[in-house]
C-alpha cells in the first residue's frame, strides 16, 4: 500500500512556462514533506520541504503548496528551465522520526 | 567534502553470494538510512537508524541486515543475494534536530546486479 502517491510518471513543459508536480498521501500522521531532485546517476538532493503548520513554502523559482483537508501537495516551478529536467521525488515523515516515505517519482522533460 | 561515500559504485552478484555495500558520513548525523531504487517504484525505506547501536526495520527489510557501531558507518548486508535484489541502492543521512525532521544527504548510489 503506497503511502505516498505520485500519479504522473512523467511530464513535459516548455522553457519559461510553469511545471506542476502533483503528490497524495494517505497517513494522515505525516507533518513534514520534502521534495528531491534527482539527475540520472547521481543521488537524490533535497529542494524544498513544507511543514504541516504551513500550506505554502516559497524559496526561488520553487514553491510548494499543502493542501492537509485533501492530504495533497504540489510543486511549482516558475520559470521553468531545461537544467530542471530531472526526476522529481515526493516524500514524507512523522516528526520526530527520519521514517521518510518516498513516491515513485516524476520525470519531468524542459523543452527549450 | 565528502558528504555520504557509498562504495562499491557497481557490483555484480552470483545468486546465493553475500556482500556488502559501505556507508560513511563524514557529517555527524545521527539518522542513516539505506533505500533501493526500482523502475516505477521510486526509493523505498529498507532499514534506517536513529543513532550508534539503534536500528529499525523500513518498508521491505527482507533479504538485508544492517548494524551502526559508529556515528559515521552503515553498511547494508545482502546474506545469500537473490535476483529481486537487482537495484540501485542509496545510502542517506540526516541531523537529528530533537523535534522536527531534516533533510536527507543521499550518496551517489550502488548498482548491484544479481544474475
Known amino acids: 500500500d503506497q503511502q505516498v502517491k505520485q500519479n504522473s510518471p512523467s511530464l513535459s513543459v516548455q522553457e519559461g512556462r510553469i511545471s506542476i508536480l502533483n503528490c497524495d498521501y494517505t497517513?494522515?500522521?505525516?507533518?513534514?514533506f520534502l521534495w528531491y531532485k534527482k539527475y540520472p546517476a547521481e543521488g537524490p538532493t533535497f529542494l524544498i520541504s513544507?511543514?504541516?503548520?504551513?500550506d505554502k513554502n516559497e524559496d526561488g523559482r520553487f514553491t510548494v503548496f499543502l493542501n492537509k483537508s485533501a492530504k495533497h501537495l504540489s510543486l511549482h516551478i516558475v520559470p521553468s528551465q531545461p537544467g530542471d529536467s530531472a526526476v522529481y521525488f515526493c516524500?514524507?515523515?512523522?516528526?520526530?522520526?527520519?521514517?521518510?516515505?518516498f513516491g515513485a517519482g516524476t520525470r519531468l522533460f524542459v523543452k527549450a | 567534502n565528502a558528504g555520504v561515500t557509498q562504495t562499491p559504485k557497481f557490483q555484480v552478484l552470483k545468486t546465493g553470494q553475500s556482500m556488502t555495500l559501505q556507508c560513511a558520513q563524514d557529517?555527524?548525523?545521527?539518522?542513516m538510512s539505506w533505500y533501493r531504487q526500482d523502475p516505477g517504484m521510486g526509493l523505498r525505506l529498507i532499514h534506517y537508524?536513529?543513532?550508534?547501536?539503534?536500528?529499525d526495520q523500513g518498508e521491505v527489510p527482507n533479504g538485508y541486515n544492517v548494524s551502526r557501531s559508529t556515528t559515521e558507518d552503515f553498511p547494508l548486508r545482502l546474506l545469500s543475494a537473490a535476483p529481486s535484489q537487482t537495484s540501485v541502492y542509496f545510502c542517506?543521512?540526516?541531523?537529528?534536530?530533537?523535534?522536527?525532521?531534516?533533510?536527507?544527504?543521499f550518496g551517489q548510489g550502488t548498482r548491484l546486479t544479481v544474475v
Open positions: 542517506a543521512s540526516s541531523e537529528s534536530t530533537g523535534l522536527l525532521n531534516t533533510e536527507a544527504f
Open positions: 497517513n494522515s500522521m505525516f507533518d513534514y
Open positions: 513544507i511543514s504541516s503548520i504551513k
Open positions: 516524500a514524507a515523515s512523522v516528526s520526530p522520526g527520519f521514517k521518510t516515505i
Open positions: 557529517m555527524n548525523h545521527e539518522y
Open positions: 537508524s536513529v543513532g550508534a547501536g539503534i536500528t
